[in-house]
Every structure is written in structure tokens, then in C-alpha cells.
């Protein structure tokens, strides 16, 4: 047994935003899609990823409960395991820039009061 393991009802995937939810559901959507436009079945598809085929299902459906490693698989076996790390590129973290460049904007007028001083 695993005492670090998360337990699959705990209260983080409850209280999931509403874009999450949606953002998820969108991707199992989608992989569910690719599954079909490949043209395999529920159970060789669960065979390949190494699951259930209820597990799958709760993929297909988009349930937070479902690992990431699972969707991080179904991704690969779709060509697309490459576009994971660029979801948190620190490049596209907007929320980081916008503080970093607050910050600077405060070095920039303590430096000016400093030299008017």
C-alpha cells in the first residue's frame, strides 16, 4: 500500500474549477475522437494504455480522477506526449510576467527616488 497515494474522492477533485472541469471533459472529448477516427475499440485501446476498460471510460468522459500518467499515455499514443511540457512553458506564463515586470517597475521608481534624493 501506498500512504502517500491520494485518495481518488478527495476534496481537491471536488472543488475543481469550473474551467478544469471543462478543459478536461474537452480533452477526453478529444481522445476519445482520436480512438475512434483510428477506429480501435474501447478494449484494445484500454489494452494498450495499460487500464480498464472502465478506466478508460472515466478518460473518455474526462474524470479528474483518472491519473495524468493515463492521459499523458493516451497522448503518446497519439503522436502529441511532445505537447505536454509546452502547456507549462514558463515562456507563456502570463501571470509570472505580469509580476516580474511589476517588480520591476518598483526596482525602477525605489532607483529613481533614490537618485533624486
Known amino acids: 500500500d501506498n ?5 481518488k474522492s478527495s476534496d481537491a477533485l471536488q472543488s475543481l474549477p469550473a ?11 478529444n481522445l476519445a475522437v482520436a ?11 484500454a489494452l494498450r494504455l495499460g487500464v480498464s476498460v472502465p478506466t478508460l471510460i472515466r478518460m ?5 480522477g483518472v491519473g495524468m500518467g493515463i492521459y499523458a499515455t493516451a ?3 497519439i503522436g502529441r506526449a511532445a505537447a505536454l511540457p509546452e502547456l507549462a ?6 501571470g509570472a510576467l505580469e509580476r516580474d515586470v511589476r517588480a520591476a517597475v518598483k526596482r525602477r521608481a525605489a532607483r529613481k527616488k533614490m537618485a533624486d534624493e
Do not use: F, H, K
Open 89 to 94: 512553458d514558463p515562456q507563456a506564463d502570463r
Open 60 to 64: 473518455e468522459r474526462g474524470d479528474p
Open 19 to 29: 474551467a478544469v472541469t471543462s478543459a478536461l471533459a474537452a480533452l477526453g472529448e
Open 35 to 45: 480512438r475512434l477516427r483510428r477506429r480501435e475499440s474501447q478494449r484494445a485501446w
Open 3 to 7: 500512504i502517500y497515494a491520494m485518495p
Open 75 to 77: 497522448l503518446w499514443l
